[in-house]
């Protein structure tokens, strides 16, 4: 359970990089290339990408982000799927990302953002 709750701390602190646009912040907890995919399609992002889009955003969008009824599966000792449902952009939303360990540290390799109905 204790790594359940460190994934999705780790979770909390992405969007809390997102709300403050600490570019640095999100950047070290991100695994370069990484896949994000959303309403807008699916993207290969590199780091230079990613610095580039978090310069875009103000973070007002990404306050108070609330992570409810998330579910954490290992699929083994190095990597992770969390999955939740947020409010983002006045839209319900269900997110994904894939948490991988890599040199004693976690990062996300990949996040998923789709609409619920």
């Known amino acids: 359970m204790q790594i359940q709750n460190e994934i999705i701390d780790l979770e909390k602190r992405y969007w809390q990089a997102m709300a403050e646009s600490d570019v ?15 309403p807008r399609g699916t993207n290969l992002v590199t780091e230079t990408e990613y610095r580039e889009m978090m310069g875009e ?3 007002d969008e990404f306050r108070d982000i609330e992570l409810r009824n998330p579910k954490v ?3 083994n000792d190095d990597l992770a ?7 983002v952009r006045n839209m319900r939303m269900q997110d994904v990302s894939t948490w991988v360990r890599e040199n004693d540290k976690w990062i996300c390799a990949f996040h998923s953002e ?4």
């Open 73 to 75: 599966e290992f699929v």
């Open 81 to 87: 799927i969390l999955s939740y449902e947020t409010m």
């Open 57 to 59: 955003h103000t973070g």
């Open 24 to 38: 640095e912040t999100a950047a070290s907890l991100t695994r370069f290339p990484a896949i994000v995919s959303g």
């Open 114 to 117: 789709n609409p619920l109905q």
